[in-house]
């Protein structure tokens, strides 16, 4: 089972970027995915959930009101749009699939991890 997370990218503070996740259809249909990160020396942090219909979403504080988690269930694909970016977002941005359908904010909820992508702020 592979996730393959990508749009990741070197950009200006204030930009905006859109990652990608995308795996097969087994991974996606029935189960929520999440996206974290880990910037140098830090731990993995959660970033944002979706469940598996969309219907619900959870936002880290951090982010809230500047990034955005949605799926396209057709394309079996989550999407990360990162608005007004800031340098202390910079980090790998990892995308994971939960074993459920409806998953919190641990990285134990979830069975399956993509490789990350890169994204780097400049101020």
């Known amino acids: 089972v592979q996730l393959q997370a990508s749009g990741g990218g070197l950009v200006q503070a204030g930009a905006s970027l859109r990652l990608s996740c995308t795996a097969s259809r087994r991974t996606f249909s029935n189960n929520a995915v999440a996206w974290f990160r880990q910037a140098p020396g830090k731990e993995r942090e959660f970033v944002a959930t979706?469940?598996?219909?969309?219907?619900?979403?959870v936002t880290a504080d951090s982010v809230k009101g500047r990034f955005i988690i949605s799926r396209d269930r057709a394309k079996y694909t989550v999407y990360l749009q990162m608005n007004s970016l800031k340098p202390e977002d910079a980090g790998i941005y990892y995308c994971?699939?939960?074993?459920?359908?409806?998953?919190?904010?641990?990285?134990?909820?979830?069975?399956?991890w993509g490789q990350g992508t890169q994204v780097t702020v400049s101020s």
């Open positions: 994971a699939a939960a074993y459920k359908s409806y998953a919190g904010r641990q990285t134990a909820d979830y069975a399956y």
């Open positions: 979706v469940s598996w219909n969309g219907d619900t979403t």
